[in-house]
């Protein structure tokens, strides 16, 4: 049987399990938008998923193992809604899929999940690094999730938070190949959130990807909240570069405005930067549904190619979008 024949099998057994036992539950995301994308003077209209939010369809579970320690797990497809498919080939549930025991000690989570680092930069973006403001568009790309993963995090510490993760390679005689190591720690109280993060990777030769470092945070001033996220990128070749996010948002009762700079500097390139505005107005409908408008201008030095077809080239993009969530 293809995969394509098992998949909605899998989910339909897997959604009349959860609906029959307590503790689980079956949770998900539609989004969809039309996009107007023109890509160094050439231009394209299309529907597309996951602008706002990556469409997705996930079950979760959690179960009191007493004592104060539970036990708990995610399995969660990622979809790309205008056509059906799973945005992983191969992967059915590649968005995530872990578990993990949770209690005093804080938690253990074994198997795929998002990178701390990326969860550093996603909490710091006004766009959720997720549709065309999105802060990853330009910023160093040290991968959103990690396989065969190993992830402790802090418990509650009074506002402090952390987590550090190790995934294997699992390649037979190089340890370090296909390796990834990431980590973060914060603090949030009252209206602050301020995070340190780090990303170290190996391709399949064992030889490191990038070691990435952030500095990032936001504030709510009162009417207006400010972000930003600083970043550097090395490996022991011709990678040196600092990425920077600043931006703003402004709720107006079942409305949000947001807006950002994104900057890369290359150090080693030379007319290798990168620079991305970005505005977006969302709309709520309720608490599960919402509109939205978005958009962004990415420009390139003559010798990068950032999101574009061609080196220097210009890419702007507009999305008009529903997002609904169950």
Known sequence: MKLSGVMPLLLACAIGQAAAQSGISVYGVVDLAIVSD???????????????????????????LGGGVRASFVVESQIE??????????????????VGLSGAFGSVKLGRMFTPYFGAIATNDPFDAKGPGESTRVFQDSGV????TVKYSLPDLHGFHGDLAYGAGEQAGNA???????????????????????????DAAGVRLARSTLVAG????????????????RNDKTLDT???????????????????????????FQNANATQLALGYYHTLSKRTNLYLVGSNLRNGSEASYQAALPGGTRRLVAAG???QF
């Open 218 to 233: 936001n504030y709510d001033f009162g009417p207006v909240r400010g972000w930003f996220v600083l970043a550097r990128s």
């Open 322 to 324: 529903m997002r609904h």
């Open 176 to 202: 370090k190949a296909n390796r990834q190591i990431s980590a973060d720690a914060g603090y949030t109280a009252g209206p602050m959130n301020i995070e340190l993060a780090y990303h170290d990777s190996n």
């Open 145 to 148: 999730r990690m396989d065969n």
């Open 81 to 98: 809604a205008d056509t059906g498919n799973p945005s992983f080939a191969g992967r059915p549930f590649g968005s995530q899929s872990w």
């Open 38 to 64: 023109r890509d160094s003077g050439k231009s394209t209209t299309a529907i597309n998923s996951g602008q706002q939010t990556a469409s997705r369809l996930g079950i979760k579970g959690i179960e009191n």
């Open 242 to 268: 600092r990425d920077m996010l600043l931006g703003v948002s402004i709720p107006l009762g079942r409305d949000l405005i947001a807006a950002d700079v994104v900057h890369k500097s290359d150090r080693y």
